[in-house]
T-cell receptor, first 113, second 112 residues
């Protein structure tokens, strides 16, 4: 596609429910990143995928967070048993090969009530 | 933790040059300086990056001091659409370490 696409754009859920966030990177981009941005704060790295290599999960804040990527295409970020502190904008980015500039999606605004 | 220090906010008059400073005194030899910006309710957008030489592209110029401990992003003719949060980031060039830790940036408000 023309850019990085994320869905849904907004998600409201109840505390304790699981949520899945989706990211469609730019076609041909081998590197994919997930970030979290809390209100008024900078971006917090979560996870990085590069081709078929094992993902770098060093930024995931707890074992309630997981992400998968199928080949060099779609990625899903799953948050289990959501908590109110999970409320944030979740941003996905891709780059051509991990060495080129990042292209970001518009994010998913997650609100946990 | 972010490795850079930026002023939290700046104002600039429309049509004038906007000069956004960034301190990165602990930068190491293999780390680049990257600039991204984030317009309200959008994902960040890449602007420019450099290692030690000054760089220019269609969006901006990047001036890096000789000791590489600070840099300035220059928007030559700021417009209202340039109002955004500007992030200065240092990090290795790509790869698994290309996590680009974003701090809180500088909110640039371009005034009419």
């Amino acid at each position: 596609g023309a850019g990085v696409s994320q869905s849904p754009s907004n998600k409201v859920t109840e505390k304790g429910k699981d949520v899945e966030l989706r990211c469609d990177p730019i076609s041909g981009h081998t590197a994919l990143y997930w970030y979290r941005q809390r209100l008024g704060q900078g971006l917090e790295f979560l996870i990085y995928f590069q081709g078929n290599s094992a993902p770098d999960k060093s930024g995931l804040p707890s074992d309630r967070f997981s992400a998968e990527r199928t080949g060099e295409s779609v990625s899903t970020l799953t948050i289990q048993r959501t908590q109110q502190e999970d409320s944030a904008v979740y941003l996905c980015a891709s780059s051509k090969d991990g060495y080129e500039k990042l292209f970001f999606g518009s994010g998913t605004q997650l609100s946990v009530l | 933790d972010a490795k850079t220090t930026q002023p939290p906010s700046m104002d600039c008059a429309e049509g004038r040059a906007a000069n956004l400073p960034c301190n990165h005194s602990t930068i190491s030899g293999n780390e680049y300086v990257y600039w991204y910006r984030q317009i309200h309710s959008q994902g960040p957008q890449y602007i420019i990056h450099g290692l030690k030489n000054n760089e220019t592209n269609e969006m901006a110029s990047l001036i890096i001091t000789e000791d590489r401990k600070s840099s300035t992003l220059i928007l030559p003719h700021a417009t209202l659409r340039d109002t955004a949060v500007y992030y200065c980031i240092v990090g290795p060039y790509g790869g698994a370490t290309n996590k680009l830790i974003f701090g809180t940036g500088t909110l640039l408000a371009v005034q009419p």
